[in-house]
């Protein structure tokens, strides 16, 4: 008998909304996660550790373990330390380091996450990806996707907009990261999963054409629903090709050749989207991701995170050495140093244009 639908790996709980979290608890219980409330939750030393008083009388029954960093030794000690206790699940409550290092400690010891995000920065929350720094630089370590997803608009809000802003470029790169996956399938002959390059496209482009703002509950909550869509998306497809092309790559080169340097990971993803787009040679895309970025005040040339042209030219250079087999523009074209510098200068004319 031929298999007529798929299973897909989804939180079973995506709850989205100004006051999510006031009623955790409950949410827990009725979803039978956790009908004890034991629960071990991990949390950050700043925003974490002021929702903690918020919800501790709700809690009775819960563990809390403070989170020095996003390390793979972090994530390790957590675990190590939740194996004391007998807990229905892990509670990750906070940015996308303490969230990362709770899906790795979850993992570890067998149990579930709650993934309780404090801000937007980026499209790991509801991924099946944990990104840890080790003794090697970063890593990314398979993890089950979480059980449920928490993300109270109220305290989206209360958090820097810095970070909402890093979680825009992070999903407006999907376009160019699908764009990507399309490209190595014409190329390469590469297997391009259809539902999962719809849903991260999809997430992208209800961020690139929405006309709100950052202070803005509609726009907030597509920005939300975007990077959860973009996280699925992943576990569709079975790892980050969805939302990862030459976008990331650059990101990623970033990151390893000026590490005390890096700007946030969504400011470079989306300055290496609308580069990659220009290579393609998609120049009303191109327009159209400048003038986003531009308009949410992230930035479109090297110079605005502190960077000159000549080291992005050298970060483009590197990319594809961060993705060993990944096949993306920058692979595809294969450019010279001279020949990155030169489709820079052009990048950059359309920009003052």
Known sequence: MP?????IPSPVVVDISPG???????????QRISASGKLAIAISGGSGARLRERLCPALPGADWYEVGGGTLDEAIKLGDAMKKGRYDAVVGLGGGKIIDCAKYAAARIGLPLVAVATNLSHDGLCS??????????????GVPNPIAVVIDLD??????????RSGIGDAISNISAVADWELSHRETGEDIDGLAAAMARQAGEAVLRHPGGVGDDGFLQVLAEGLVLTGISMSVAGDSRPASGACHEINHAFDLLYPKRAASHGEQCGLGAAFATHLRGDKETCELMIEVLRRHGLPVTPGEIGFSDEEFVKAVEFAPRTRPGRYTILEHLDLSTDQIRDAYADYAQAVRS
Do not use: M, Q
């Not at 298999?3 to 299973?7: E, F, G, P, Q």
């Not at 305290?155 to 909402?164: G, L, M, Q």
């Open 3 to 7: 298999v007529l639908t798929r299973l």
């Open 155 to 164: 305290v989206i809000r209360e958090a820097p907009v810095r970070f909402v």
């Open 20 to 30: 999510a979290l006031d009623d955790l608890a409950g949410l827990l219980a009725d």
């Open 128 to 141: 099946p990806v944990a990104t840890l720094d080790n003794d090697a630089g970063r890593g990314s370590y």
